[in-house]
C-alpha cells in the first residue's frame, strides 16, 4: 500500500511541553508548574455573557470574521491601547485563538521557499506553521546576555534577499523577555529599510510589569506591513473558549478570511459573545491577575536568588526561564529527574528550540501556595545536583 502520509507532517516533531504534561497527569501529588493556563477562573460576568448567550438561543454560525460587535470592541480595544485605528469591516478576524491567526497570516502571506524570520526560544507553532505554508523557517538564536530581547543587528544578520516575514513573539513565551520601544523602533527601521513584513504574536500584551506595552503597530510605516495577533486566552483566563484575532490590512486579511472560511467557517459563537463582555468590562479583571501574576514574578526571582539558581529577570508573560549549565546535564534530562525525584514538572528549554538548550521554562500561572511548594523542592534538587558535583570532585 502506498505511504497516506505527507512527508513533511511527519518530519515535524510532536509539542515538546505535551510530554511532561502527559507524564504528571498519571503521578500522584506531582505538582506541574509545566502548563502556560491561567489558575484563575474566567471571570463571571464574562461567563455569564456566555450563558446568557445559550439562554437567548444565540448558538448560529456567525459571519466569516466574527461578530460584528466583538470586531468592532477588538478595533476599540487596539485603538485605546497602541493608538492604532483598523476598520472592523475589513480589517479584523475572530479566529480559534491566537494560533489559527498565525497559521492564516503564514498562509495568506507565504509563496513557496520564501523566508520566515523566528526568534527562539519561542512559542512551539511558529517554526510548523511556517513548514505547513511552505516558508523556510529561518532561526534567530536569542541570547540571554540581551534578555532575549532580539537585537537589531541580530536581525540584519539574518535577513537575504529570500526574506519575507520576521515573526515577533514578545512578550515572549518561553522567556518573559520584552521588548521595549527604544528596541522595537531599531527593529522598525530595518523593516521599512528591507521592505519585509512582520507578524506580532502579542498574546501577552497585557501581562507586562515594568511598563505599558508598546506594539511594533504603534510605530510610524509599521501598521501596513504588520499582521497584529492577540487572544483572550492569557489576559481573560479565557483558555477553554478558544477565541482569538488578528487585524491586518485588508489586502492581507482578506486572504486570511477566505482560509479561515473554508478551514474553519467561524469562530464559536457563546465565545465571541463573551469576549464582548470581556473587552467592554474586563479592564479592572486584567489588572488583579496582572497584580497576582507580578507577585508571583517576584518571589520566583527571590527564591532563584536565594538558591544561587542564575535566572535573568523577565517582564512579561507568566514565565521565568532560569539556567542550569552549572550542572553540566541537558535541560531534558534535568527536567526528567526532577520530575521523578521531586515530583515537579516543569519543560525544558529546547521545547522551545535548540537555543533553549541550558535552561527551563517555569509557569508562575499557578497558585502563590504551589509555587512555595515547588519552589522548595527545586531548591532540595538543586542543592543535592551540587552535593554530587562537589563528591565527583573530591
Sequence with gaps: MRNPLADKIVDIKPSGIRKFFDIVNEMEDAISLGVGEPDFDTPWHIRDEGIYSLEKGRTFYTSNAGLKELRKEIS??????????????????????????IDLALRAMINPGEEVL?????????????????AVPVIIELKEENEFRLTAQELRDAITDKTKILILPFPNNPTGAIMEKKDLEEIAEIIREKDIFVITDEIYAELSYKEKHVSIISLPGMRERTVYINGFSKAYAMTGWRLGYACAPAQIMEQMVKIHQFAIMCAPT????????????????????????????????????EMGLQCFEPYGAFYVFPCIKEFGMTSDEFATRLLMEEKVAVVPGTAF????????????????????TAMGKIAHFVGKLREESKEKRD
Excluded: W
Design 270 to 305: 457563546t465565545s465571541q459573545y463573551a469576549a464582548v463582555e470581556a473587552l467592554r468590562n474586563g479592564d479592572e479583571d486584567v489588572a488583579q491577575m496582572r497584580e497576582a501574576y507580578n507577585q508571583r514574578r517576584r518571589f520566583l526571582m527571590n527564591a532563584f536568588h
Design 353 to 372: 528550540g535548540g537555543c533553549g538548550e541550558g535552561f527551563l521554562r517555569i509557569s508562575y500561572a499557578y497558585s502563590l501556595d504551589s509555587l512555595k
Design 76 to 101: 476599540n480595544y487596539v485603538e485605546r491601547s497602541q493608538g492604532v485605528h483598523y476598520d472592523e469591516m475589513h480589517e479584523v478576524l475572530v479566529t480559534v485563538g491566537g494560533s489559527e491567526a
Design 118 to 134: 523566528i526568534p527562539q526560544p519561542s512559542y512551539v507553532s511558529y517554526e510548523p506553521c511556517a513548514v505547513l505554508a511552505d
